[in-house]
Structures are given as structure tokens and as C-alpha cells.
């Protein structure tokens, strides 16, 4: 079962565009984290966020977390093509494994 | 230093048939998870191990199972498969003992029942 769910399910933007996908969970947490999957292949871990951080930057990435609305933001900004790509939330649940929610497919055209 | 590597990459089976998929994780780190990908279910666990040992498992039937060896290799097999089991299993390889730290994952193997 999905503890995440990411929104929206499906974006399209023009490169150099900022990319905003949102995921919400269910139950609380100790982190959550960001994967990024490229068609068909495997996850790459993009960022973790603790629960008693607010914000989070990496590069071009920028991750926020509301424990209170339960929520997360990923934020990706001046998108390239090469970001087109399937992106995931994870949660840690009991903290006993990862659980991923839905996925956002963003598609970024040149 | 190598990834995690998933053989084989693709395979087709029939139904009944059984396979088993391997995974090597990233040298030193001795948790392995294995996850089953589909459009309509999405990213679903199945289950993961530590130093040879299943510390969680996902909601999948007993046709589901899995091992891991000494050197943290790991296999998982299917029995009596159905068409419903055609899907990307993915391995992830973990460096702490916590199941919710980083995963590193495999680029893994697509199987297809016919």
C-alpha cells in the first residue's frame, strides 16, 4: 500500500521553467525522501529531509516539509530536459522500510 | 566502486514456470530490499534482508520469497508464476543498519509472463 501520494500525477513544462510536485503521506515520519527514476530503469535517491527540518537545497533542488499538513514539496528549478523523468516520495512508516508513494512524471521540453 | 547489479535484465516466462532474480548490492553494505514496480500498483516492497536475515516483508503471497547470502548477495524467487507478476522488481542496497536510511538501487530485471 501507497503511503505517499504525489501531486500532480503528470506535469509538462518548457526548460528553464521551475518544476513544483507535492506529495502527502498519511502517518508520521522520521524523514522523507525524493527518487528520481528515468524510464524503465532504476531509482536514484535525489534528498532526504529529517523530520524536524523545514527546508532542504541541493543544487538545483529545493525540498520542504510540513509535518503539520503532512506534506513535502519538491522544487526543481530552471528544468533541463535531461530532468524528464518519473519522480517519487518515500516515507519510512514505523520506520521498519520504505514506502513510495504514486510518482510524478514530469516531462520537460527543449 | 560498482552499483548495485540485478541479473538478469529482462526474461520472459510462462505462467506456472518459476524464476529466481539476483542482486548484488554495493560492496560493504549489507541490507538488500527488493521492490515490485507496475503501472497500476506502483512501487510495492517485498521484502529485505540484513547480514542473511528477512527483517521485513511486504503483503505478497508465499509464492514470494527470498534469500541473502554471506556475502550479501541476495536472491528472490517466484513460483508458480501468474500474469499478474509481470513487472520490474527492483533490488536496493542499503549501508545502515536502519531501514530508512538512502537506498541505492538496481537498474532491474523485467519479467514478462506469458
Known amino acids: 500500500s501507497q503511503q505517499g501520494e504525489e501531486d500532480p500525477q503528470a506535469l509538462s513544462i518548457q526548460e528553464g521553467e521551475n518544476a513544483t510536485m507535492n506529495c502527502s503521506y498519511k502517518?508520521?515520519?522520521?524523514?522523507l525522501q525524493w527518487y528520481r527514476q528515468n524510464s524503465g530503469r532504476g531509482l536514484v535517491h535525489l534528498i532526504l529531509?529529517?523530520?524536524?527540518?523545514r527546508e532542504k537545497h541541493s543544487g538545483r533542488l529545493r525540498v520542504t516539509l510540513d509535518t503539520s499538513k503532512k506534506s513535502s514539496s519538491l522544487l526543481i528549478t530552471a528544468s533541463r530536459a535531461a530532468d524528464t523523468a518519473s519522480y517519487f516520495c518515500?516515507?519510512?512508516?514505523?520506520?521498519?522500510?520504505?514506502?513510495f508513494g504514486t510518482g510524478t512524471r514530469l516531462q520537460v521540453f527543449p | 566502486k560498482a552499483g548495485v547489479t540485478q541479473t538478469p535484465r529482462y526474461l520472459i516466462k510462462t505462467r506456472g514456470q518459476q524464476v529466481t532474480l539476483s542482486c548484488s548490492p554495493i560492496?560493504?553494505?549489507?541490507?538488500v530490499s527488493w521492490y515490485q514496480q507496475t503501472p497500476g500498483q506502483g512501487l510495492q516492497f517485498l521484502f529485505e534482508y540484513f547480514s542473511e536475515t528477512q527483517r521485513n516483508k511486504g503483503n505478497f503471497p508465499g509464492r514470494f520469497s527470498g534469500r541473502q547470502f554471506s556475502n550479501s548477495r541476495s536472491e528472490m524467487n517466484v513460483s508458480t508464476l501468474e500474469l499478474g507478476d509481470s513487472a520490474l522488481y527492483l533490488c536496493?542496497?542499503?549501508?545502515?543498519?536502519?531501514?530508512?536510511?538512502?537506498?541505492?538501487f538496481g537498474e532491474g530485471s523485467r519479467l514478462t509472463v506469458l
Open positions: 536496493a542496497s542499503g549501508i545502515a543498519a536502519s531501514l530508512t536510511g538512502e537506498l541505492f
Open positions: 529531509i529529517r523530520s524536524n527540518e
Open positions: 502517518t508520521s515520519i522520521n524523514n
Open positions: 518515500a516515507t519510512d512508516r514505523d520506520t521498519d522500510k520504505l514506502i
Open positions: 560492496s560493504g553494505h549489507r541490507s
